[in-house]
């Protein structure tokens, strides 16, 4: 299926933690480099009682889950201190009162001047989901999409009102609003299974696909079947925005952003992790580097 033209932009997604650069400093290299935006993980705490098949790698866990900064504070200070595009990715908005987190997106993307997209998951962590809630973890699908609802009539009502199965809100005024008409976009990053691109397609406005999948044969499959979901749902695919998460060691930068561009992607998003300035900076690097051919040839 075919896709607009568009400019596959380059972002960076760093886990931000207490020992890493600061998110200013962060995001002024990013912006140093011409690359387009920083996105940040989020984790609220992690139990201690957890067991390795809970991680999705089935491996040991990073340190850097315990310690990652709130990506709503950080990404303030890089909206105030640099010109980038802003985002989660991803946001684990079921873990939220969606009332407050309506206020604090709609503020933040106000003062950022409409940079924000709201990158949001289910989170693969179910003792975390459990420590916020106690509505069963099986139903954090529902929970998400409830909270993405009510806030985007928070966001888009001027009196606001929802009832779901997990979350109300009497009719309520609350602004700011959004700089944005109607919402910030919100993407959720999720498997390519069927159930996912069909949430996608009733209360999102993309996919991110998450490491590991870009250089997939089944990938372009994947991306038809997301396509062609939206299509049928009668939303008009110009406006589906797809993004794509990819650690540098799963294949050189160059190469998978270039797939990312020509497969027509919204924005490959380099998955930087906690890694030390001596690691990371020549991985910006590396990205700019690519960013500059593509443009180049283009």
């Not at 896709?3 to 997604?13: C, D, F, Q």
């Not at 760093?14 to 600061?22: A, I, K, Q, V």
């Not at 912006?31 to 940040?40: D, E, V």
């Amino acid at each position: 299926m075919s896709v607009h033209s568009k400019v596959t932009r380059l972002v960076v997604h760093p886990g931000l933690t207490d020992r890493t650069l600061s998110p200013v400093r962060y995001g002024q290299e990013v912006a140093q480099r011409g690359l387009h935006g920083l996105y940040l993980p989020e984790h609220t705490h992690i139990p201690v009682a957890y067991e390795p098949s809970d991680y999705p790698q089935d491996a040991e866990l990073p340190d850097r889950y315990k310690r990652l900064l709130d990506p709503y504070i950080a990404l303030s200070f890089v909206a105030a201190t640099t010109d980038i595009e802003i985002g989660t990715c991803v946001s684990l908005v079921g873990q939220h009162d969606p009332i407050v987190l309506a206020k604090q997106v709609a503020t933040l993307d106000l003062l950022a001047g409409g940079r924000f997209t709201l990158g949001v998951g289910f989170g693969w962590n179910t003792r975390e989901f459990a420590s916020h809630s106690r509505v069963p973890p099986l139903a954090r699908p529902d929970v998400v999409r409830e909270h993405v609802e009510l806030m985007t009539s928070i966001w888009t009502e001027d009196i606001a009102s929802y009832s779901g199965q997990h979350v109300t809100l009497p009719p309520s005024w609350s602004w700011p609003k959004p700089a944005r008409r109607l919402r910030p976009p919100v993407l959720l990053g999720a498997r390519p299974t069927r159930r996912n691109f069909e949430r996608i397609c009733s209360w999102a406005d993309g996919w991110i696909s998450l490491t590991g999948y870009l250089h997939s044969p089944r990938y372009p499959e994947y991306l038809d079947r997301l396509r062609g979901a939206w299509v049928d749902c009668g939303r008009p695919l110009d406006q589906l925005r797809i993004m794509v998460l990819e650690d540098p060691e799963g294949a050189p930068i160059p190469a998978s952003y270039e797939r990312a561009v020509g497969l027509g992607l919204d924005a490959f998003i380099l998955h930087i992790e906690d890694r030390p300035a001596d690691v990371a900076l020549p991985l910006l690097d590396e990205a700019a580097e690519a960013l500059g051919s593509v443009q180049a040839a283009s």
